[in-house]
Nanobody, 125 residues
Framework: QVQLVESGGGSVQAGGSLRLSCAASGYTYSNNYALWFRQAPGKEREGVAAIYTGGGSTYYADSVKGRFIISQDNAKNTVYLQMNSLKPEDTAMYYC??????????????????WGQGTQVTVSS
């Protein structure tokens, strides 16, 4: 059974940083894509960062480009999201996803087979 478990969320003031982790069990991040996406109340899901775990190529939404960094640790079978210069508009539930369907867009959450349960990020002004 595949499980993706997010951690690292919390409350931080604007300008601060957080690092989210997504540990996988029953699944190996290898030669496929992993995604971090978020959803705020009343808003649509937004893919924020994706990584091709077979080669390290990364993709970012314009809203986070230059502030967020996605990375992987194969030994720990974990994907990370380093979030810097956080803004109040980054407040959302953050989820990780793995195993992109063939031909799907790396930043589209609906194109992934597995999702985690999410971790809350709250940024105060």
């Amino acid at each position: 059974q595949v499980q993706l478990v997010e951690s690292g969320g919390g409350s931080v003031q604007a300008g601060g940083s957080l690092r989210l982790s997504c540990a996988a069990s029953g699944y190996t991040y290898s030669n496929n894509y992993a995604l971090w996406f978020r959803q705020a109340p009343g808003k649509e899901r937004e893919g924020v960062a994706a990584i091709y775990t077979g080669g390290g190529s990364t993709y970012y939404a314009d809203s986070v480009k230059g502030r967020f960094i996605i990375s992987q640790d194969n030994a720990k079978n974990t994907v990370y999201l380093q979030m810097n210069s956080l803004k109040p508009e980054d407040t959302a539930m953050y989820y990780c996803a793995a195993d992109l369907l063939g031909g799907g867009s790396p930043l589209s959450p609906d194109e992934y087979n597995y999702w985690g349960q999410g971790t809350q990020v709250t940024v105060s002004s």
